[in-house]
């Protein structure tokens, strides 16, 4: 290799040259690509810890832009909304495989499809890779009804893109 196939660092999407606990607060809140799966309930089996996916949406969660109607307020409404930090990306083991917190951790590359690579906010959709219309709200499903909606298709989304 020689020295003009080498890619000054410094011109590098900030994704491939900085930790996560580098990032601004505008660079951390891009790496969302928008899909809305970490916002789909999920359950835990309390005896083993194995999680499982729902197709049930948070309230907040506009099925079809796959946004948070309440971004800015969203833990007063959803006391429960875990709000994706540096330490919070280390912990949680269900981040979905196409997340871009979880690949820029585990020091991979964003898909072709992501905003900041296709820019385009829309790939995500065009790409199948989000939630838009295969979710129902949890507004009106009992607790106990869950189960009714378990699906595996937010990790396995991706894996062949």
């Known amino acids: 290799m020689t020295t003009s196939d080498m890619q000054d660092p410094a011109e590098l999407p900030f994704w491939k040259r900085k930790t996560l606990a580098e ?57 429960d909304c875990i709000r994706l930090t540096v330490e ?23 898909y072709w499809w992501h905003p900041l690579v296709s820019g385009d906010p829309d790939t995500v959709h065009q790409a199948g890779i989000s939630a838009r219309g295969r979710t129902v709200s949890e507004e009106g499903i009992d607790i106990e009804d869950y189960e009714d909606y378990l699906v595996t298709w937010p990790l396995e ?5």
């Open 88 to 110: 919070s990306v280390e912990k949680i083991s269900w981040l979905p495989p196409t997340c871009g917190y979880r690949l820029v951790r585990d020091g991979h590359d964003l």
């Open 157 to 161: 989304v991706g894996e062949d893109k």
């Open 23 to 79: 990032m601004t607060d505008g660079e951390w809140e891009s790496l969302c690509d928008g899909c809305g799966l970490c916002c789909l309930n999920k359950l835990e089996d309390w005896d083993t810890g194995e999680i499982v996916w729902t197709s049930i949406r948070c309230v907040l969660l506009d099925g079809e832009s796959c946004r948070c109607k309440d971004y800015e307020n969203r833990q007063a409404t959803v006391p």
